[in-house]
């Protein structure tokens, strides 16, 4: 029989079925997401709990921000202020706080609002610009407007840091007076669930620098603190901004005079591309390559060699 022998009948009682199919599968979705929505965060780690309750907020607009500022050096008045990267936390630069307290007064690093351990409203707007805003507001409450200070960013912190320098050189009310600027590897993955995130993490870190499995643990815990998993769309928003305001943050980055750094490694597929790297502003920078089996993550990864790598550019000027 052709299909235009078949009866107004015939296709009801075809279509029907599918309809019923589909209508299945929505009543086992919903209640799945519905589970996984309530599904509470992991513990913190000791290690974890130790970072935080190193840790103080501050308000910015009704929202409290986490932030860690630690004193170190003696005789000396330098300060590092570090950015994190997406989707963790500032925790990232854990591996690498006490060797920067040995040589700077002071080191400081903070959440962006909906990461770690600040707050992750929503349904909220996220954007580059606010956290380029809160960065100077913690400036601002910690009493060093006036004081020329470091910056260190990783990923998602690096096009903070290229806003942050765009104002300073635009003399921005409110604007950071940058000593220097060191960027590194600039992760693009959405999540769901600890598996998929830790499949994510795992591509972006090199064969043999993996994290343990506690790493990983801390790092979905930071992650889920606060419900920060329900946010994580909102906030890769900056990759659209990225793009929008390109030239804005490259021509900040090609046109001022201040000291300026690339940490690069050659397995990292995001961020260090040719846009970054052109002749003319690598002419005007200095340009660490690490090596070939370090990845996304060169202050967990290779620790050591990241600081090396830092502390040689500081001493240059």
């Avoid at 954007?127 to 009493?143: C, K, P, R, Y």
Wanted: aromatic share 14%.
């Amino acid at each position: 029989m052709s299909y235009s022998e078949l009866s107004d009948s015939d296709c009801n009682q075809t279509t029907v079925p599918m309809r019923e199919w589909w209508l299945h599968v929505g009543l086992i979705c919903i209640p799945l997401v519905a589970v996984y929505l309530h599904i509470p965060p992991p513990q913190l780690s000791p290690a974890l709990q130790k970072w935080h309750g190193a840790g103080e907020v501050f308000l910015f607009r009704g929202s409290k921000i986490f932030y860690r500022d630690s004193y170190g050096a003696l005789g000396s008045s330098d300060v590092v202020i570090l950015l994190h990267g997406f989707p963790t936390s500032s925790y990232d630069w854990n591996k690498i706080w006490d060797p920067l307290t040995q040589r700077f007064h002071r080191v400081i690093a903070l959440d962006f609002l909906g990461f770690g351990f600040s707050d992750k409203p929503r349904p909220h707007r996220y954007s580059i610009f606010e956290q380029a805003s809160i960065v100077e507001a913690l400036v601002a409450h910690l009493g060093l407007s006036n004081q020329r200070v470091n910056l260190i960013s990783h990923d998602y912190g690096d096009t903070v840091a290229l806003e942050l320098l765009y104002r300073g050189d635009q003399n921005r009310t409110g604007h950071l007076i940058l000593n220097s600027l060191c960027l590194s590897n600039g992760v693009l993955t959405r999540l769901t669930n600890f598996f998929i995130f830790q499949k994510g993490i795992k591509e972006v870190f090199g064969p043999y620098t993996q994290p343990t499995d506690a790493e990983f643990w801390d790092m979905w815990a930071g992650l889920r603190y606060n419900d920060g998993n329900l946010v994580v769309d909102s906030i890769l928003q900056y990759i659209n901004q990225r793009l929008k305001h390109r030239d804005r943050w490259v021509g900040a980055l090609t046109s001022t005079f201040i000291p300026r750094k690339f940490t690069v490694a050659t397995r990292s597929r995001v961020f260090m591309n040719q846009t970054f790297l052109k002749v003319h502003l690598v002419k005007r920078s200095t340009v660490t390559v690490l090596d070939d089996h370090i990845s996304h993550y060169p202050q967990l990864e290779d620790p050591t060699g990241f600081l090396k790598a830092y502390f040689n550019f500081i001493h240059s000027f």
